[in-house]
């Protein structure tokens, strides 16, 4: 299982990003996709998710109006285009894969190594 994340980058205030996540190894299309985001010294934090067929999505209300979260079923990719950044979005920020079982148990889970997002001028 691999879930790699690209994009990341050093922006402006105002600017935007979009990051890639890629995945292998496990049945994309079977997976709520989500993006999270650690800052330094502080907890992980969840940003955004999409569920398995995409048509249902969710947002922390520190970004909602501003990132977006999308998915290829057929490229097995999850995005997160990001703008309007602040200095506040600076963070490592992670890709999850989940799973869960017939009772809303979760079965799989799978991280990504992450890629960091700094906003400044």
């Known amino acids: 299982v691999q879930l790699v994340e690209s994009g990341g980058g050093l922006v402006q205030p105002g600017g935007s990003l979009r990051l890639s996540c890629a995945a292998s190894?496990?049945?994309?299309?079977?997976?709520?996709m989500s993006w999270y985001r650690q800052a330094p010294g502080k907890g992980r934090e969840l940003v955004a998710v999409i569920i398995r067929a995409g048509d249902s999505t969710n947002y922390a209300e520190s970004v909602r109006g501003r990132f977006t979260i999308s998915r290829d079923n057929a490229e097995n990719t999850v995005y997160l285009q990001m703008n309007s950044l602040k200095a506040e979005d600076t963070a490592a920020y992670y890709c999850?894969?989940?799973?869960?079982?017939?009772?809303?148990?979760?079965?799989?889970?799978?991280w990504g190594q992450g890629t960091q997002v700094t906003v400044s001028s």
């Open positions: 190894g496990f049945t994309f299309s079977s997976y709520d």
């Open positions: 999850n894969a989940r799973r869960y079982d017939s009772k809303n148990n979760v079965r799989n889970n799978y």
